[in-house]
């Protein structure tokens, strides 16, 4: 009885111990997880890195604690698995840079304990159901993008926006300079109001038609932020105060003289914005508004017999100037081709009187194997004529600028002016086919253009290598477990000294 005795005292002595021992544990682990969970929501950061690259401008900063609405970012930029080795080990760079510098942003905000941007990683693909929240909040092309968003209006960032890119390789971040002009864009109370020009026929858009309705368009640009009106100018009689940009889709009839005369000072002395997308015949006073801009668009037809050519006879457009305006450059990353419809040059005119503050850039191109036919209104086979027609390539879209500022006392107007060839890309049937919307919308955000408002300097990529064969590389691995091994072999012979 006395044996049994002490053998239970001894189970109910280690059952203390192991209690004590699982209440050590259990209390260790609770302090780990409540200290991590503090330091995860209140931390300081420091930034020891090459010219302060883990931080964000003093610029930045000082804005971000002045927000007054919250503004939040998703990013949806995912790693290619099914590229290359060198391939797939860029993409993960790209993605890991880009997710800390969107962190910086979201920790920066605090303000009191309160965020005022918050930000989370989104794979469309892998979380279908938080994949589709986005797409109905922000339109369909969400992938591989940055989207910041305040309230109703949103901003989306793509990989051209935030590096130079030159012969495939990132040469310098501008990332911080895109999202902080971004947020300053989408944060602002200011509306950008854009008009569309109405009665000559042109295209609606709050027409739902395929080939003639714009509402595709529209609802890209509504999603975008962008308010939407119409406006006559023949019955208005004046451009409206609010109007940020007028856009001329496709008259089918001649502008009168005062309302040419609206737009030329629209233009010119209210630095204003303005995007024409033309459609096939006469542009009765528009050429002339193009004139003074330095543009022509002859009233030809673009005809190419190569495979830049569809199956429907539509202009597949894939040639990009060698130094692609920001407007194409994610085109020109993507390999994305336009899809024109019945297509005219829009081109330099060299006959336009020299302009030292006005700039001309050409946006995507027909094919060398292209030519502008005049004799098109025949019909039957074109066929190219030396001595009438323009061989290309040909310029299908061009952007004009000019500086505005004063100079001798005199006022000079400003104003930005895009004109396309072609009104058929962006109709119902096309807009999101290809790169089509791209380049409608690229145009839009560019004509805008707010990054101006920061001056913020983008930073160098720096990239590291490590070159060495595979003899060196187990050699090092041997004196990186010299260490390792000694500890262990310390370890184990102070364990047998103390059975002993």
């Not at 970012?73 to 080795?85: A, E, K, Q």
């Not at 856009?247 to 914005?273: C, H, M, W």
């Not at 994610?330 to 829009?346: C, E, I, N």
Request: charged residues 25%; proline residues 4%.
């Amino acid at each position: 009885m006395r044996r049994s005795k002490k053998f239970e005292n001894f189970r109910v002595v280690g059952t203390f111990r192991a209690i004590n021992l699982f209440l050590q544990i259990f209390l260790a682990a609770t302090l780990f997880i409540g200290l991590n969970l503090i330091a995860s929501r209140h931390y300081i950061k420091y930034d020891f890195s090459k010219n302060r690259a883990n931080s964000l401008s003093p610029e930045s900063v000082a804005y971000l604690k002045t927000l007054k609405k919250p503004v939040e970012i998703y990013l949806t930029m995912r790693v290619d698995s099914n590229s290359g080795h060198a391939a797939n080990a860029e993409s993960k760079a790209i993605l890991k840079e880009i997710t800390r510098l969107l962190e910086l942003y979201a920790y920066s905000s605090s303000v009191g304990g309160e965020r005022k941007v918050k930000f989370a990683a989104v794979d469309p693909i892998v979380n279908r159901k938080r994949g589709d929240e986005l797409a109905l909040r922000f339109g369909r092309d969400i992938e591989n993008c940055i989207i910041i968003s305040c309230e109703d209006k949103n901003k989306k960032l793509v990989l051209s926006d935030l590096y130079d890119i030159e012969d495939g390789k990132r040469k310098n971040f501008k990332g911080e300079q895109a999202v902080s002009s971004a947020i300053l864009s989408v944060s602002s109370d200011k509306e950008n109001k854009i008009y569309f020009v109405k009665g000559h026929g042109e295209l609606s858009y709050k027409s739902l038609k395929p080939n003639t309705g714009l509402s595709e368009f529209a609802n890209a640009l509504s999603l975008s932020g962008y308010k939407l009106d119409e406006v006559d100018l023949n019955v208005s009689k004046k451009i409206p105060e609010d109007a940020d940009m007028l856009v001329i889709a496709a008259p089918q009839t001649s502008f009168l003289p005062r309302e040419l005369d609206l737009v030329r000072k629209y233009l010119s002395k209210n630095n204003g914005r303005v995007v024409m997308f033309l459609g096939m015949g006469p542009i009765i006073g528009l050429d002339d508004i193009l004139f003074e801009w330095g543009l022509r668009s002859d009233d030809m037809m673009i005809v190419d017999s190569a495979e830049y050519e569809s199956s429907t006879g539509e202009i597949i457009a894939r040639v990009f100037p060698s130094k692609p305006h920001p407007v194409v450059k994610y085109l020109v990353d993507l390999g994305l081709p336009v899809q024109f419809g019945s297509a005219r040059p829009v081109r330099e005119d060299l006959g336009a009187a020299v302009d030292g503050n006005l700039s001309l850039f050409p946006l995507i191109g027909s094919n060398h194997t292209s030519w502008a036919d005049k004799s098109y209104k025949r019909g039957g086979k074109l066929v190219y004529d030396d001595a009438a027609d323009l061989k290309g390539p040909l310029p299908l879209a061009m952007i004009a600028t000019r500086k505005g500022g004063s100079d001798l006392g005199l006022d000079i107007g400003g104003g930005r002016l895009a004109v396309f060839g072609d009104e058929n890309f962006i109709t119902n049937a096309r807009f999101n086919a290809l790169g089509n919307s791209k380049l409608a919308m690229n145009t839009i955000n560019w004509l805008f253009d707010e990054n101006h408002s920061l001056n913020i300097a983008p930073r160098k990529v720096d990239r590291y290598s490590l070159v060495i064969s595979r003899g060196e590389l187990k050699s090092l691995g041997l004196k990186f477990l010299i260490l390792p091994a000694a500890i262990l072999l310390a370890g184990f012979l102070t364990y047998l000294l103390r059975r002993q």
